[in-house]
């Protein structure tokens, strides 16, 4: 399984940016997919998932209004649209595939690159 995330870059608080992750090498349709992010010094940690197969998403608190996850099953890929960005929003943004939904880094074998999110004040 390959996970290959894109759509970073800088911009201004208040933004908006739409992260992508492509995978490749698997059924998508029976995964989760998980974003997480890890700013300088800090774990990484969860920020929204996709139950692929009910639709079902979840998010973390500091996220929710501001971000929307979602997925296109015949292009294998997932999204996260993130609105409203703040300077704290700053972070490299990983995606993960697993099969069960975890919000624990730990629990996902196969991981994305990541793409680098800063927010400027």
């Known amino acids: 399984v390959q ?16 992260l992508s992750c492509a995978v490749s090498g698997r059924a998508f349709s029976s995964h989760v997919m998980t974003w997480f992010r890890q700013a300088p010094g ?20 500091s996220v929710k209004g501001r971000f929307t996850i979602s997925g296109d099953k015949a292009k294998n ?7 409203g960005l703040k300077p704290e929003d700053t972070a490299v943004y990983y995606c993960a595939v697993g099969s ?20 400027s004040s």
Do not use: H, M
Not at 46 to 54: C, D, I, K, T
Not at 77 to 83: D, F, P, Q, R, S
Not at 100 to 119: K, L, N
């Open 3 to 18: 996970l290959q995330a894109s759509g970073g870059g800088l911009v201004q608080a208040g933004g908006s940016l739409r």
């Open 42 to 61: 800090k774990e990484r940690e969860f920020v929204s998932a996709l139950r692929w197969g009910g639709g079902n998403t979840y998010y973390a608190d």
């Open 77 to 83: 890929t997932g999204y996260l649209e993130i609105n």
């Open 100 to 119: 069960s939904y975890s919000r624990s880094p730990s629990e996902y074998r196969f991981w994305g690159q990541g793409t680098q999110v800063t927010v």
